[in-house]
């Protein structure tokens, strides 16, 4: 990646052979513009440094690390227990996927068999962090290229799934729900009728959300064709998720990979050809209404029993006893405070986050703190190849394109 | 019967109370236009969007544009250190002025008699009243240009390039959509072209009683050209360009604050109630009312009343026109994407120009034909 400091000598380069005889007026008339860190269409704090020829995109490069918390090395100093809210802060918009994601990969470290009740529910969570995420990524893909209502239709489906999230955890968008071998709580009662009842609203707002822009001509015109990535490229930047397979491959680790519930689920995979910001936003709006589908099966099939694995390591003492119990209020202190032993080794369970593939490697040498954590984050991998899509296109086309990849700072940045 | 009444008062003063009960219908409608039209905008947005929309000061939220105009008037008038400051603070100015001055020959009633004195219901009688409204609109873009380069700002400038861009180019569709009125109409005086809307619909001899003789069942061509043409010089959605809020931040109005800022917002809108007006004349009739003749002959008014009330009524129904005009203005800017530049001078240069020029030539062969 190109620094800051690259890009100035480069403008200065420009600048030095602006009096060579017969060079081309237009490309030394060149301006270096700015979109980010703070601009309303980058969305979290990431920079994009445009030199531009008129209104084209000459070259860009990207910087990164303004919203860099060292989560990874959090991931080495707190407890398992206590990374979990941190989680939540990678992608805030699916943040249900991000805690899923990393307490399985926890468990496998510690081998510990989960419940199928809390299995189902998790893979319902997942598609419902999914719906919540793709929503916000063509809300605000549109919403930046002026369709307000658009974007503010998807938004309010949100809100009525983040409702549905507060009565299972109680918090809105940083859940901190799932706990390594268990959940923060069981399904509350007529959760299900109530999920059932989203989906009809949020179909017939998908419906409205599709009438309103994929044929609309301007929409159209203004997606088309922009921010290409071909499929070997896409691969090659290690692109995953809806903008892969909106580059024509055919990958996705719910079928590829099944993991949590997803073999005993029915559902398609989308893949668009044209590479481009219409197909991204095609496949996003198709895997919407593929998540409606896996959630009225997993409404169905629900299983019910215990949320918690029977494994006296990680079991969390329940409130009643710790109340009533000096061991039990002793057990807790202690597990809290000092956490539980994972033993050693390294583990990493990818999973298929709504933006790509999302994945904690973990190394473990014993004690109740990994050792070394890495995040697999789509966003990163994303975000590299934006100047390769927007070289040559005009600045508005700059804006298309880093909507239609969703790149969400937190996951980012890290 | 009002010429009794008024039979004592000298005509020279007819004319001076009649110019002052004008300036102030028209200086109303215009200064009234941004803070209401803002609260409408608010309002339908959100019932579009399935939200409530600003409901808290005063009834319905109304009040709500008072209290942001006492905000802007108090806020601290801010000056950027890197601007040229005279053109900075001399640009809202120029923008929001020929707005401002535009309307002045969009005739909102009839010609009205009072005591032997014509009196013709629009700010100025003027001949030229088309060729002024061209001249005078265009002037706007200097004001716009101004502020983006003034404002020492690269997304202002960008915002300063388009605009002048864009206007220069939709100009010229919308005079040439005009020029086929202008031919149908054989007149470039608005109120003349107003008044030759009254009666039913008819094409030569063929007459369509249920329809009024409107512009836009003889010019629906030039009538599609004006809308979008009026679109883009309103610098609204889906030609807001020029203030491009994702790419180029705000525009050209990026370094200004406070009341600066809220003229270029009132200027805005009183372009965007210039063209609701001059759409309304063009190919609305304008100030008339069909059938508002006979429903108020059915009331059996007294003589003196009459004429007053249907007056009335006719400056109420020009009124109702613009605000519908005003309606479409707010629905269109919340279902719409954005253009792009590049789309949007294609659009402009390669399909509206062409357009409003074949519709140009159809009319004058048409009339030609019609004369010879």
């Given at each position: 990646m190109i620094t800051k400091t690259d890009v100035n000598s480069k403008k200065q380069n420009q600048f030095e052979d602006e009096v060579e005889e017969g060079a081309d007026l237009f490309e030394n008339s060149q301006m270096l513009i700015n979109i980010g860190p703070q601009h309303p269409a980058t969305h979290g704090t990431l920079r994009m440094a445009c030199r531009l020829n008129g209104e084209t995109?000459?070259?860009?490069v990207c910087e990164i690390g303004y919203l860099h918390r060292a989560m990874e090395k959090l991931g080495e100093v707190k407890t398992y227990h206590k990374f979990i809210p941190y989680t939540d802060r990678l992608n805030y918009c699916s943040a249900l996927q991000n805690n899923v994601a990393y307490v399985t990969t926890v468990e496998k470290l510690l081998g510990i068999e989960i419940p199928d009740r809390n299995i189902w529910i998790r893979t319902m969570v997942s598609e419902i962090a999914r719906i919540i995420d793709h929503l916000i990524c063509v809300g605000i893909n549109a919403f930046d290229l002026g369709a307000m209502t658009f974007f503010l239709?998807?938004?309010?489906?949100?809100?009525?799934?983040?409702?549905?999230?507060?009565?299972?955890?109680?918090?809105?968008?940083?859940?901190?729900?799932?706990?390594?071998?268990?959940?923060?709580?069981?399904?509350?009662?007529?959760?299900?009728?109530?999920l059932k009842e989203w989906l009809v609203e949020l179909e017939a707002t998908l419906k409205e959300m599709d009438k309103l822009l994929t044929t609309n001509r301007i929409w159209v015109d203004r997606t088309k064709g922009v921010g290409i990535m071909s499929a070997d490229d896409a691969l090659s930047y290690s692109m995953t998720g809806p903008c892969l397979r909106a580059s024509n491959v055919n990958v996705d680790l719910r079928r590829d990979r099944p993991y949590l519930a997803y073999k005993s689920l029915e559902f398609d995979v989308p893949v668009a050809k044209g590479c481009d910001v219409y197909d991204r936003y095609l496949v996003r709006m198709r895997e919407m209404h593929e998540s409606v589908r896996i959630l009225r099966q997993i409404a169905e099939k629900m299983p019910s029993g215990p949320i918690w694995a029977d494994d006296k390591r990680v079991r969390i003492p329940e409130k009643e006893r710790v109340h009533n119990s000096m061991e039990s209020l002793i057990h807790h202190f202690k597990f809290f405070m000092e956490g539980f032993d994972v033993p050693p080794?390294?583990?990493?369970?990818?999973?298929?986050?709504?933006?790509?593939?999302?994945?904690?490697?973990?190394?473990?040498?014993?004690?109740?703190?990994?050792?070394?954590?890495?995040?697999?984050?789509?966003?990163?991998f994303m975000f590299q190849p934006a100047p390769d899509m927007v070289r040559g296109q005009p600045i508005a086309d700059v804006i298309a394109v880093i909507g239609s990849v969703n790149i969400i700072a937190g996951e980012l940045d890290r | 019967m009002a010429r009794e009444r008024l039979v004592n008062v000298e005509p020279t003063q007819i004319?001076?109370?009649?110019?002052?009960?004008?300036?102030?219908?028209?200086?109303?409608?215009?200064?009234?236009?941004?803070?209401?039209?803002?609260?409408?905008?608010?309002?339908?947005?959100?019932?579009m969007q399935n939200r409530t929309g600003p409901n808290r000061v005063g009834p319905f939220g109304l009040l709500q544009s008072v209290a942001d105009a006492v905000k802007f008037i108090f806020k601290e008038d801010l000056i950027p250190a890197h601007v040229r400051k005279w053109y900075y603070l001399v640009a809202p100015g120029i923008c929001?002025?020929?707005?401002?001055?535009?309307?002045?020959?969009?005739?909102?009633?009839?010609?009205?008699?009072?005591?032997?004195?014509?009196?013709?219901?629009?700010?100025?009688e003027m001949n030229v009243g088309f060729v002024y409204i061209l001249s005078i609109s265009s002037l706007a873009v200097y004001g716009i240009i101004i502020a983006s380069w003034a404002s020492n700002n690269k997304y202002s400038m960008l915002g300063?390039?388009?605009?002048?861009?864009?206007?220069?180019?939709?100009?010229?569709?919308?005079?040439?959509?005009l020029i086929a009125i202008i031919l149908l109409y054989n007149t470039v005086n608005l109120q003349e072209i107003a008044t030759s809307q009254g009666g039913p619909l008819h094409f030569g001899n063929f007459v369509i009683p249920f329809l009024p003789n409107?512009?836009?069942?003889?010019?629906?061509?030039?009538?599609?050209?004006?809308?979008?043409?009026?679109?883009?010089?309103?610098?609204?959605?889906?030609?807001?360009?020029?203030?491009?809020?994702?790419?180029?931040?705000?525009g050209y109005h990026l370094e200004y604050g406070g009341m600066k800022w809220s003229l270029f917002f009132m200027a805005e809108y009183a372009h965007m109630l210039t063209a609701s007006g001059l759409f309304a004349t063009f190919f609305l009739g304008g100030w008339h009312a069909p059938g508002a003749g006979a429903l108020l002959q059915h009331l059996h008014l007294a003589e003196n009343i009459f004429p007053w009330a249907l007056v009335a009524i006719q400056v109420l129904t020009f009124t109702l026109k613009v605000i519908l005009f005003m309606l479409f203005f707010i629905?269109?800017?919340f279902t719409l994407p954005r253009f792009r530049y590049d789309q949007l001078m294609k659009l402009g240069w390669k399909i509206l120009v062409p357009l409003a020029l074949a519709n140009v030539i159809i009319t004058a062969a048409v009339i030609a034909a019609k004369t010879y």
């Open positions: 995109v000459v070259d860009s239709y998807g938004f309010h489906q949100r809100e009525q799934a983040y409702t549905l999230i507060e009565q299972l955890c109680g918090s809105r968008l940083t859940t901190t729900y799932t706990r390594v071998g268990g959940l923060s709580g069981d399904l509350p009662d007529g959760f299900i009728p109530r080794g390294e583990a990493y369970c990818p999973m298929e986050g709504p933006n790509g593939e999302v994945g904690f490697y973990i190394i473990s040498k014993g004690g109740p703190k990994a050792y070394r954590m890495r995040i697999r984050a789509p966003s990163f | 004319l001076l109370i009649a110019m002052l009960a004008k300036f102030i219908f028209v200086l109303m409608l215009l200064l009234n236009a941004a803070p209401l039209m803002a609260w409408a905008e608010r309002r339908i947005c959100s019932w929001v002025v020929p707005a401002f001055l535009t309307f002045a020959v969009v005739p909102f009633g009839p010609v009205i008699d009072v005591n032997g004195q014509h009196i013709s219901l629009q700010l100025t300063g390039l388009r605009s002048t861009a864009q206007m220069i180019s939709y100009e010229l569709a919308m005079g040439m959509s409107w512009g836009i069942f003889y010019q629906p061509l030039a009538c599609v050209i004006f809308t979008v043409a009026a679109f883009a010089e309103t610098n609204r959605l889906p030609f807001d360009l020029p203030e491009g809020e994702a790419e180029i931040v705000a629905v269109i800017r």
